[in-house]
C-alpha cells in the first residue's frame, strides 16, 4: 500500500526555520509532480510549493525567497525547507504527490495526512 508519511513539523519563533520531509513508501513505480500544501484555520488549503521529477520547480507568492523546496528521487522524497518564518504560515502542511504504483497502470494522485507549523510572533 503506497503512502506518505511527513516529519519535521513543530512550534518555532517568528525568523526561525523549520524543515519538512515526506517520504512516498510501498511498492512505486515512479513518481511525477511532488508539492507541499498547507490549510490554516478556517482557510481553504492553499499550494506552497511544487517540484518535477527534473527539478523544476514552482512557488507561491507568499512564500518566495524564503522557502525552498527539493526532492531526492532515489528516496521517494521531497523536501521544505523554511527560512525566515512568520506567524501567517502558521498552518497544517500536506504532502501532495502524482505517482504510479508498481501493481497498477495509470498515476494516481496522493496526499500525506499533515503535519502542524505554528509560528509564534
Known amino acids: 500500500q503506497v503512502q506518505l508519511v511527513e516529519s519535521g513539523g513543530g512550534l518555532v519563533q517568528a525568523g526561525g526555520s523549520l524543515r519538512l520531509s515526506c517520504a512516498a513508501s510501498g511498492s512505486i513505480f515512479r513518481v511525477n509532480l511532488m508539492g507541499w500544501y498547507r490549510q490554516a484555520p478556517g482557510k481553504q488549503r492553499e499550494l506552497v510549493a511544487t517540484v518535477s521529477s527534473s527539478g523544476s520547480t514552482n512557488y507561491a507568492d507568499s512564500v518566495k525567497g524564503r522557502f525552498t523546496i527539493s526532492r531526492d528521487n532515489a528516496k521517494n522524497t521531497v523536501y521544505l525547507q523554511m527560512n525566515n518564518l512568520k506567524p501567517e504560515d502558521t498552518a497544517v502542511y500536506y504532502c501532495?504527490?502524482?505517482?504510479?504504483?508498481?501493481?497498477?497502470?495509470?498515476?494516481?494522485?496522493?496526499w500525506g495526512q499533515g503535519t502542524q507549523v505554528t509560528v509564534s510572533s
Open positions: 501532495n504527490a502524482d505517482l504510479r504504483a508498481a501493481i497498477v497502470q495509470k498515476f494516481s494522485n496522493y
